[in-house]
């Protein structure tokens, strides 16, 4: 539903006044702790290894193909890596560890942290094949998301290669909204990138979250492990 638009003193629509609107934080370090997983502050030292392992699993390197770089020649060089990320608080990285193992399985992060606007991105996702379509991915998601909007931040936002299909859907059935290709976004290993743009915003997390809740419950699983509802059912 729109919302009617102000008119300033020239006649003109203008947005909304946001007189309250604070300024978030920056998102803290700290861990966040669901049924299935775990995401801590990437250390190469509690990480790295697992890493390397789950990362092994993708024998024909398919995992790499949109991200800017990988897949890597050497553990060590991949090690060396994650040491750069490790130092960085944009792109700040986040471990993904599955509580069955205890191990990591795969990364996170948020990019284009803009406090004073209150916008946040995910990305820089590298999900292993012990990751993929898992409840723990889902879950995963789930606190990457609650974070932010649990600090104040208005815009969540997911931006992919438009050509990665499985981005794109994974995109959709978490509840983000697409809002269009930027052509000829960037360039990256050599190639053109047109960016596939999705966000969700402040007035639309209450639903959501509630659609991941309901979805993450335990009766909602059988004795198998199968869901009894998707989580776009929930949504809708």
């Known amino acids: 539903m729109s919302r009617a638009k102000p008119i300033n003193i020239a006649g003109q ?3 909304i006044d946001l007189p309250d609107w604070k300024a978030p934080i920056a998102p803290p370090r700290e861990s ?9 502050a990437l250390s190469v030292a509690r990480h790295g290894a697992d890493l ?8 024909d390197e398919s995992a790499w193909t949109y991200l800017p770089y990988g897949p890597f020649a050497t553990e060590n060089s991949y090690l060396t890596w994650l040491e750069r990320q490790v130092l960085s608080d944009d792109p700040l990285f986040f471990a993904i560890i599955d509580q069955a193992t205890g191990k990591a399985v795969g990364l996170a992060s948020y990019l ?4 004073r ?3 946040i991105e995910v990305g820089h996702l590298k999900f292993s094949k012990l990751l ?6 889902t879950e995963a998601m789930y606190l990457m998301m609650k974070a932010p909007f649990d600090l104040g931040y208005r ?10 299909q499985p981005s794109r859907q994974a995109a959709e059935r978490l509840g983000f909204t697409f809002e269009g290709i930027f052509r000829q976004a960037t360039i990256y290993k050599g190639r053109n990138r047109d960016t596939a743009w999705y966000s ?3 007035r639309e997390w209450p639903a959501i979250k509630a659609a991941f809740e309901a979805w993450l419950a335990p009766d909602n699983f059988d004795a198998a492990g199968r869901q009894r509802q998707s989580l776009a059912k929930l949504r809708a």
């Open 117 to 119: 606007i209150g916008v």
């Open 155 to 164: 815009r969540y936002e997911w931006k992919c290669d438009c050509l990665n």
């Open 52 to 59: 390397c392992s789950a990362n092994g699993l993708d024998t």
């Open 132 to 137: 993929q379509k898992s409840a723990v991915a």
């Open 200 to 202: 969700i915003i402040d």
């Open 32 to 40: 966040r702790i669901g049924r299935w997983c775990r995401i801590e």
């Open 112 to 115: 284009r942290i803009d406090p």
């Open 13 to 15: 629509p203008v947005g």
